[in-house]
């Protein structure tokens, strides 16, 4: 079989713009129950592993003590989900350059990842993980990188006085002006070495196998991929050399029966991403000569001969983040034609491990879907399936599945929000749906020692979590919903085909309670209006306040014309759009883009974007922002940032932008935005050069956020009608799913 793929790679790049136009999203259903693949054992090298089910890295940042002893946080994290019926658990990206990658280090050379080099009392950690997991009759792997490098933190530069470092003088990710040094061969040796020796503690530590972190752009990538290592000279000009004297090293020092695992991209997919824009961007230009599809495959059989026993395969970089983190609006199982290449070559080409197996490799991609899974094991595409958010929003996700309970796993929505973007603002693994991810070690959920009477006012992720939390503490709870269904704003804002992830959750959050409503002290009040009158006269102990927010007005000319619209009223009558040739959007966060998307994408709308900020979805995690950004700009979608909005008239919208040549490119996608307490010395700034711009637009949509609607909990509070009141979710502060849940658990656990 011939496998010439940038033909491949560009169907992809096309398929992950427009999935939703050609096929049904996946959803929480059981046809393939039961789920006799994803149950059945795998043996890895000497390792048996129960099941098919993978729990994929997500950085343990911050789960550590200050020395990189695992602490009680990420011991209990990973227990929760061996006792969920996980079969082989991996870590988080573990360094093994500390000293020689700079960007690992923050002040006083203390650092934020968890550590098993530095001293006896970190390896200690490890085997109490261990024991932790095997007593579940789970594995683990431990996932060993070589370094961040070009995307580690640039701070170093600041604080410490030391560039960055990579394979060769690539520009840094996040300030690509900070250029980074070029690794000596001395310094890449000690890496390999201290890799090896990593490896040997985590073997007697009792951990069952070694995880390498060979993907997205990390330093051990950066030297294993043509487009970063450009070395001339010397042993590792060879790009494949680091990767192969790292996996010989490892099985010298651990012996031929330690399970290796390989983390790889299939491609970078830079070129089939960017295309000529690889010729025209300055931080994008030196990486043109990216590893083909080819060359990955040569590798991964070098990689073989010299000791690795499975792999896991994905596509892309941080440079286009949103392939190897796949957001809500990738669609399922986005790599497993990836996954099915990188099988049908080693079974072509009669490949086998050192230990006389067949390579495994495991399926990686939003496949938190039961019947997913399955199918992709059945139609042996894979030999395992990785997940890893879906096991953070349930870590009982492969418990519910092997019981057929498939409508009671809670579904990932796919947002970053608390799993990734939490920890890069500073804070450590959580979960948006799932209030418990990130606190196992805390107590758990306790009857309460005196029932009371509870009303929550809204039935929205807040009100909805809030209900299902005191009900399990035995509390006697009353429900009230305006509306005749649960979900709140987000039914509204899971209309669009590509945020089928945040549709399954509401249908989730119905399912929650319509089980709920099993139970005698639960009772829910759809289509009723919650009045203070009647809430008062119910006597409750305790009144919950979920009800949301609502859209925000903007003081402009013309704004209350007939053909202008709020978002809400947009998405309640999506028709409006019929017969729209052109519609103008009028503020560029998270709604105004995604129904940019929408009208481009879905039905073929000339759409145009009024930003007043210098960038777009500003405050979203970068692999969201991207995936969406990235293909508004293919679809030709004309945005205006740095932009006013001076007057709106039939059928046109006048602005004064600002086309001065230093204003961003609103679609750059390439290099993220900085955190607010990350200052970058070398940014330059906007200048201004207005100019009047008339913007046609049919349908005027004016997408400028949301206020909390807390009326009705201000006049409670204020009338005094129960002993305890309590405003949660939107209606205290507009935010996201991941703040509402977390308060409506959070507080419902302590009454």
């Not at 900020?613 to 969201?624: D, V």
């Not at 293919?634 to 945005?639: F, P, Q, R």
Request: aromatic letters at 8%; glycine letters at 8%; proline letters at 5%.
């Amino acid at each position: 079989m011939k496998y010439i793929k940038e033909e491949l790679l560009q169907n992809l790049e096309d398929y992950f713009g427009n999935w939703f136009n050609r096929e049904d999203a996946p959803k929480m259903t059981s046809e393939l129950y039961p789920y006799t693949s994803l149950f059945s054992p795998i043996t890895i090298n000497k390792c048996e592993i129960k099941n098919r089910i993978v729990m994929g890295p997500m950085g343990n940042i911050n789960m550590a003590d200050e020395h990189g002893k695992p602490n009680a946080k990420m011991i209990k994290y990973f227990e929760e989900r061996a006792k969920g019926n996980v079969g082989l658990i991996t870590t988080g990206l573990i360094p093994t350059s500390f000293g020689i990658d700079p960007t690992l280090y923050e002040g006083d050379k203390l650092s934020y990842f968890p550590r098993i080099d530095r001293s006896r009392t970190n390896i200690c950690g490890w085997r109490d993980l261990a024991y932790a997991v095997h007593a579940y009759g789970s594995k683990i792997f431990i996932q060993l990188t070589a370094g961040l490098g070009r995307v580690g933190n640039p701070e170093c530069l600041t604080k410490q006085f030391k560039l960055p470092v990579s394979a060769s003088m690539n520009p840094n990710y996040y300030i690509p002006a900070i250029p980074c040094k070029r690794l000596s061969g001395g310094a890449i040796k000690k890496i390999i070495k201290r890799t090896g020796q990593a490896a040997a503690d985590a073997q007697v530590a009792g951990i069952d196998g070694v995880y390498l972190h060979g993907h997205e752009g990390y330093l051990m990538e950066q030297l294993s991929n043509t487009a970063y290592n450009r070395r001339k000279t010397g042993r590792y000009s060879n790009y494949m050399q680091f990767g192969i004297d790292m996996v010989e090293n490892i099985r010298k020092r651990c012996g031929k029966d330690f399970p290796i695992m390989y983390r790889i991209d299939m491609s970078l997919m830079l070129n089939a991403t960017y295309d000529d824009k690889m010729n025209k961007v300055k931080s994008l230009k030196k990486f043109r000569n990216e590893r083909t599809i080819d060359q990955t495959l040569e590798y991964m059989r070098q990689l073989v001969k010299a000791g690795v026993d499975m792999f896991d395969v994905d596509l892309g970089s941080y440079d286009n983040w949103w392939l190897p983190h796949p957001p809500s609006s990738m669609p399922s199982g986005c790599f497993t034609d990836i996954c099915d290449l990188a099988k049908i070559y080693f079974e072509d080409n009669g490949i086998l491990t050192n230990a006389g197996q067949k390579v495994a490799v495991v399926a990686v991609g939003k496949l938190g879907y039961p019947d997913l899974a399955e199918s992709v094991l059945r139609s042996n595409k894979a030999d395992m399936i990785m997940l890893a958010r879906p096991l953070l929003a349930d870590p009982d996700w492969a418990a519910k599945a092997y019981k057929g309970e498939v409508s009671n796993i809670r579904p990932c929505i796919g947002c970053h929000e608390a799993c990734i973007k939490e920890f890069l603002e500073g804070g450590h693994p959580q979960c948006a749906v799932c209030a418990r991810t990130g606190f196992e070690e805390e107590l758990p959920l306790t009857k309460a020692e005196k029932k009371k009477r509870v009303a929550v006012v809204g039935a929205g992720p807040a009100g909805v979590v809030a209900a299902q939390t005191l009900i399990e503490r035995g509390h006697k709870v009353d429900l009230f919903e305006k509306s005749d269904s649960v979900g709140g704003v987000l039914k509204l804002a899971s209309l669009a085909k590509f945020k089928y992830e945040l549709k399954n959750y509401v249908e989730y959050l119905a399912n929650v309670v319509n089980n709920l409503s099993k139970n005698t002290n639960f009772t829910p009040h759809f289509n009723t209006l919650a009045s203070l009158e009647d809430l008062k006269k119910a006597k409750y102990d305790t009144i919950i306040f979920a009800t949301g927010s609502k859209t925000i007005g903007l003081n402009i000319d013309g704004a209350v014309l007939p053909h202008v619209k709020t978002i809400i009223e947009a998405l309640e009558n999506p028709n409006i759009f019929d017969n729209a040739k052109s519609v103008a959007i009028i503020g560029g966060g998270d709604s105004g883009c995604e129904l940019a998307y929408m009208l481009a994408a879905e039905k073929n709308k000339k759409v145009t974007i009024i930003e007043q900020a210098p960038t777009l979805m500003t405050h979203t995690c970068t692999a969201n922002r991207g995936h969406i950004l990235h293909y508004l700009d293919k679809l030709g979608v004309k945005t205006y940032n740095c932009a006013s909005v001076q007057k709106i008239e039939e059928g046109y919208v006048n602005i004064l932008a600002n086309v001065h040549k230093s204003v961003p490119n609103p679609y750059n996608t390439w290099q993220p935005i900085l955190p607010k307490n990350v200052i970058n010395p070398l940014e330059k700034k906007i200048k201004e050069k207005l100019k009047a711009v008339a913007v046609d637009g049919d349908i005027v949509v004016l997408c400028a956020g949301t206020i909390s609607n807390n009326e009705l909990y201000k006049a409670a509070y204020e009338a005094q009608i129960a002993p305890e009141i309590y405003n949660i979710g939107d209606s205290s502060k507009c935010g996201k799913v991941f703040t509402a849940v977390k308060e409506a658990y959070n507080l419902s656990r302590s009454l």
